[in-house]
């Protein structure tokens, strides 16, 4: 008998996630999100195939008509020395001028924030996930964390009868 992971009902069997932005989906409102590419060099690439990556502080920024992932920390490769990179520089994201103009531009004119939500292999490639957010409320956080516990309260008493 075989053991493989259980996956998600929509899991894609090209893409391995790195990491995920937990804390993303209670401190903010994801209003749409967008798949881009990331611009990475060799030991980044490998450090994040290690797993040695946190998007907690990270952040989007439109800058001269492009965007750049700020605040993320991939870990330095061990086995890269001399050759290493800096583990907070700004990456650039690969966006095409459309989805930069409506997303990016979006989030500057409302005051909305390109949060980073999820980054995974896809097919080989290293993508992010990036969401257009809302800043959520104090109270708005305990109305989510109240609904969320209602649903598990309700699935586990149909799971019992």
């Known amino acids: 008998m075989s053991k493989k992971k259980k996956q998600g009902a929509n899991a894609n069997p090209n893409e391995r996630v790195i990491t995920q932005n937990r804390k993303a ?21 490998k450090s994040l195939r290690n797993g040695k990556v946190s998007l907690s502080e990270a952040y989007g920024r439109l ?25 907070r520089r700004p990456r650039k994201l690969l966006m095409h001028r459309r989805e930069v103009h409506r997303f990016a531009g979006l989030a500057y004119e409302q005051g909305l924030t390109l949060v980073p939500l999820k980054m995974y292999f896809k097919s080989g490639r290293a993508k992010v996930l990036l969401g257009i957010c ?22 586990r008493q149909m799971h019992k009868r």
């Open 25 to 45: 989906r209670h401190n903010y409102t994801v209003l749409d999100t967008l798949e881009c590419g990331i611009v990475l060099v060799g030991s980044e690439v």
């Open 63 to 87: 800058r001269d008509g492009e965007v750049w992932l700020v605040g993320c920390d991939i870990a330095e490769y061990t086995e890269a020395n001399r050759f290493n990179h800096e583990p």
């Open 134 to 155: 809302r800043g959520r409320q104090r109270h708005d956080k305990r109305q989510a964390m109240k609904t969320a516990e209602a649903k598990r309260d309700m699935a």
